[in-house]
Nanobody
Framework: EVQLVESGGGLVRAGGSLRLSCTAYGLPFDDYYIGWFRQVPGKEREGVSCISKGDGFGYYVKSVEGRFTISRDNAKNTVYLQMDSLRPEDTAVYYC????????????????????????WGNGVPVTVSS
């Protein structure tokens, strides 16, 4: 059974930092693109960042570029999202997703949800940024 487990969320003041982790179980981690998405109540889920398999290149949406950094440790089956200079508008539930195709870091990252084509999701972790 495939499981994606997120951790590291919490409450932080504007300008602060958090590091999210996503650990995968039950899949060949090296073969997967891993992405972070977020959702606030009443809105569609949206892409945040994605990391490719192999060279581990990171992709970001414009609103987080320069503030967030994605990385992966294949030995630990884990992807990290370092979030710096957090803003109140970053408040959301953050989800990680795993997909075999680059489409995760392209089409899905840049398009609003729902994402019916993405099969593997974590349960989400809340991030709250106070002003």
């Amino acid at each position: 059974e495939v499981q994606l487990v997120e951790s590291g969320g919490g409450l932080v003041r504007a300008g602060g930092s958090l590091r999210l982790s996503c650990t995968a179980y039950g899949l060949p981690f090296d073969d997967y693109y891993i992405g972070w998405f977020r959702q606030v109540p009443g809105k569609e889920r949206e892409g945040v960042s994605c990391i490719s398999k192999g060279d581990g290149f990171g992709y970001y949406v414009k609103s987080v570029e320069g503030r967030f950094t994605i990385s992966r440790d294949n030995a630990k089956n884990t992807v990290y999202l370092q979030m710096d200079s957090l803003r109140p508008e970053d408040t959301a539930v953050y989800y990680c997703a795993a997909h075999l195709e680059f489409r995760l870091c392209g089409f899905y990252l840049l398009s609003p949800g729902p994402y019916s084509g993405i099969r593997h999701w974590g349960n989400g972790v809340p991030v709250t940024v106070s002003s």
